[in-house]
């Protein structure tokens, strides 16, 4: 959502409670208030359309009290960020662990399907975020990347784990798998945030679908692209200038029947089918459906 035009705010100065005055409800609950009220002030109306009069109206705390509690709208809106941030880490770890022993198909459905429902539960956060991370606000945040942060490394822990279950190491390629899932999930996340129209449940199916036909076909024709995506160049990195050219004369490796191939846990060569063959306990497969292509009626 785009910002609004800039309003001018009143002097970041915090107000000074009156002596003997007491305080209308507990500090906490004030505090509860406000920052509740300033998350839709905020998701709503943008960083700078926002005004420290409208989070006090919406959280019906008297406006000093708002600034005797936080500031002014800077500080208020960094810890709005934090715990949007919270939110949505919150609500993906939820889903990696309870799906944790799900089968590697189930896995891959629960969770695209739980950044579909963060987008329909936590509207407000994910929106703060996506507005903080877009550079719409006059200083810089760091909650949106540590937000990333803190989801890709759950992330990629959850993908290296699975290939560590097929027998493989992947290295630094889980943290690359990773990111391209999430933006996937985000990019068509979004696309129906802004669009009630399209169908949840058939980019839920299309997104399942595509990553396990990619995880299929690394494992059974494309290993070695996967372990090269985690290989990194620069300083660090092998100089081939210098390396040792293997000897044609000592190498089978032209040779197919000399050539080392990965002994794959099943018969087929099918990491899915692999992963399923011994479902976790209670653990019951998704649903499936057909996508058809067409556009569910407004």
């Known amino acids: 959502m785009s910002d609004i035009a800039a309003r001018t705010e009143p002097p970041a100065q915090k107000a000074k409670r009156g002596p003997g005055r007491p305080r209308a409800q507990p500090l906490e609950q004030q505090r509860r208030q406000v920052l509740d009220a ?4 905020f ?18 705390t008297p406006r000093p009290t708002v600034y005797e509690l936080f500031g002014g709208k800077d ?14 880490v919150a609500h993906l770890s939820a889903s990696f662990t309870e799906s944790e022993e799900f089968s590697l198909e189930e896995f891959v459905r629960h969770n695209f399907a739980a950044v579909f429902d963060l987008f329909e539960q936590e509207p407000d956060a994910v929106r703060v975020l996506l507005n903080a991370e877009q550079g719409t ?4 945040t760091a909650g949106p990347a540590e ?27 889980a943290e690359v ?32 679908e595509f990553t396990l ?5 690394l494992w059974s024709r494309s290993l070695d692209v996967l372990v090269a995506a985690g290989r990194r160049t620069g300083h660090d990195a092998p ?12 190498t089978d490796a032209a040779d197919p029947s000399t050539t080392e191939t990965t002994d794959a846990p099943d018969a087929t060569g099918d990491p899915v089918a692999s992963a399923a063959a011994s479902p976790s306990p209670g653990a019951s497969a998704a649903p499936r459906r057909r996508v058809t292509g067409q556009r569910r009626s407004p």
Request: proline content about 3%; aromatic content about 6%; glycine content about 8%.
């Open 38 to 41: 300033a998350l839709a002030v």
């Open 43 to 60: 998701a709503q109306q943008g960083y700078h359309g926002a005004t420290i009069e409208a989070v006090a109206r919406g959280s019906g």
């Open 75 to 88: 500080d208020l809106f960094e810890v709005v960020v934090d715990e949007a941030s919270d939110r949505v």
């Open 137 to 140: 606000v006059d200083r810089p």
């Open 147 to 173: 937000m990333r942060r803190r989801v890709l490394h759950e992330v990629t822990e959850f993908t290296r784990s699975r290939w560590e279950e097929l027998g493989i190491d992947i290295g630094e390629s």
């Open 177 to 208: 798998m990773a990111l391209i899932f999430f933006r996937m999930a985000e990019g068509l996340a979004i696309r129906r945030a802004t669009d009630d129209s399209w169908d949840r449940e058939a980019f839920i199916d299309l997104l399942t």
């Open 213 to 217: 036909g990619g995880i299929n076909q």
């Open 239 to 250: 100089d081939a200038s210098t390396s040792e050219a293997p000897d044609p004369s000592t």
